[in-house]
């Protein structure tokens, strides 16, 4: 099977950092996006500049159609089915619970879960076919942990986990993986809301001392990726510097 990946959400922070680190790997790469179309084209661009295979889509993962006509042409484009699905898209937003619409509940589970569960199924029957493949989803320390004002963003992330899991028992027998990767506080456009002062201080709440970094992130998805990780299904990989210990 020829090694196609297709990364949900990866114009931009941790999608387009295991993007860039799967095409280092070998694999011929779909890149994802919602509005930022222009950035998810010019990283296509430039693994093409660098001989790699990638091609961009634009597709909001909230919607089954179109994140399945994305992942179809992905396969069109890069001569074969997705072997390694990455669910990383995702959205956050801090509120009360009181405070939260009945809008911004559906909306992020729609993206944050349904995204995932469209993706999923949209890649599974090749993988059945093949007896292989590998699915990992990005969940959140914050789906292992409470976090106040992100109830709703927290749920989601649980959701996947409990996704992973139950998912990884029933494709187990078909050799295909499912795992998960939990990050910390990692440096991208998502947690800029925090703002300087508080970003410092979860620096300085993380026993390793910084933030997380995309490609902190992304080697953590290669390596559950990797046959290396051949005997590892329905994991939960916390990369968060130790924020949780
Ligand atoms: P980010 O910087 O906000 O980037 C989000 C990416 O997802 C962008 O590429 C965005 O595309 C894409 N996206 C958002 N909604 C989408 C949709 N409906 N359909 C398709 N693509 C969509 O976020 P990030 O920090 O890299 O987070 C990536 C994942 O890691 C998320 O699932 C997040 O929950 C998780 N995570 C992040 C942290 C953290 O501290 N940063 C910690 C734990 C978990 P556009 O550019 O087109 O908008």
Redesign the pocket.
Known sequence: MKKIAFI??????????VTVRLAEEGYAVGI??????A??EQLAEQLRAQGREAAAF??????RAA?TAAIRAAEEALGGPVSLLV??????EQHLFQDVTDAFWRRIF???VD?AFHAIQAVLPAMLHEKAGCIVN??????QRGASCEVA?ST??AALIGLTRSLAMELAPSHIRVNC???????????QVLGEETLADLARETPLGR??T?ED?ANAVAFLADERASFLTGQVLTADGGFIL
């Open positions: 949900t959400g990866s114009s931009r922070g941790i999608g387009r950092a994802n996006c919602l509005h930022s179309k950035l998810a634009q597709a909001d993962v909230a919607d994140i669910n990383n898209a995702g959205i956050a729609s993206v944050n995204g990005i969940s959140s320390i914050w789906g963003y989601t992330k990767v939990a990050p910390g506080v990692i440096n991208t456009d998502m947690v933030l997380g995309p992130i």
